[in-house]
């Protein structure tokens, strides 16, 4: 007599396939795991259902619908590896509880606070350490280039070439890889820091460019609770749907101020767009426009340029 397969079973054969074929599923793979822990959990048997599926979205500490919306999209590629096998399994049907994205307002940093975030980090202790120059120069990169944190932390010297002005960023988000030119005064100051950085240690343990005090590439969450030491200091006020302002808004901050410039400076923007998604490692320039926020200063420029073609102006 063959006994019907648990969900957590199913779960673990859909997670092996799927990852034989390379996709990661790191974050899907938990909630998955999770999903089949819960069916165990509440004595289901058989075919994956709606009602099952139901429930766990509403097994969450959040109560937020965006929260229940974003676990049934998670079961849906699920559900249809399982309707293979077993005609009986339901496949919830997409946007049942609503949609799955929504973006949250980011803090575009002004050019003062970029400012005072890097005199702060210049500010660190102790008084003429790397730790001072390493973090000072590390949110000036994000701040001039737009770079992903995890981008700039998995620099090695190799991928930093100054003398050219670019960096190599390698295999990234979706395993893409690419060259970042720089400005002249960013090359500037990546030439001070890596001048310090050397003098100051006598060895490296690790290869990547930035470093802590004692040799070894920064940890993510060192530079994380080090950024919140400095935005705590200088007593900033979140500008957006996020409790305070992130690391990641850096990035926000970067493209949206691209586009500023542009109008400031009559530049084609859909052309310009097109090389800036490249610049930033994006697959597609839509996700580049998800990055620009509307505020005021670019928000004055469009009522000018509209101001302007309401009068007849061909400009």
């Known amino acids: 007599m063959n006994r019907t397969p648990s969900m957590r079973s199913c779960v673990e054969d859909y997670l092996s396939a799927r990852r034989r074929l390379g996709f990661e599923l790191k974050s899907a793979g938990r909630q998955l795991l999770a999903f089949g822990r819960f069916a165990e959990r509440v004595g289901h048997r058989g075919a994956l259902t709606f009602e099952l599926a139901l429930r766990w979205t509403r097994d969450s500490q959040s109560t937020r619908p965006i929260t229940a919306a974003k676990r049934l999209q998670v079961l849906r590629p699920f559900a249809r590896y399982l309707q293979q096998f077993d005609s009986a399994t339901q496949v919830p049907p997409p946007k049942l509880l609503g949609p799955t994205h929504r973006r949250p307002v980011p803090h575009i940093f002004s050019n003062d606070e970029i400012l005072a975030l890097l005199a702060a980090a210049g500010r660190l202790p102790p008084a003429g350490g790397l730790r001072q120059a390493t973090y000072e120069t590390l949110f000036g990169l994000l701040a001039a280039t737009g770079l992903r944190i995890s981008e700039a932390l998995r620099l090695e010297r190799v991928d930093v070439a100054l003398e050219r002005g670019v960096l190599m960023v390698r295999k990234t988000k979706c395993r893409k890889s690419r060259l970042v030119p720089l400005h002249s005064t960013t090359v500037e100051a990546l ?59 850096l990035r926000h901050a970067f493209i949206t101020n691209c586009l500023l410039r542009w109008y400031q400076h009559q530049i084609d923007v859909d052309n310009a767009i097109a090389a800036l998604s490249t610049y930033v490692g994006h697959v597609r320039v839509t996700d580049t426009y998800w990055y620009i926020s509307a505020i005021p200063e670019l928000m004055a420029l469009v009522a000018q340029r509209f101001e302007s073609f309401a009068l007849g102006d061909s400009k």
């Open 191 to 249: 030439e001070r820091y890596a001048q310090r950085r050397d003098r100051l240690l006598s060895f490296a343990i690790d290869k990547n460019f930035f470093l802590s005090p004692w040799g070894r590439a920064l940890k993510l969450c060192t530079v994380e609770d080090t950024f919140c030491t400095l935005r705590q200091r200088l007593g900033w006020v979140a500008r957006g749907d996020y409790p305070a302002p992130r690391i990641y808004d």
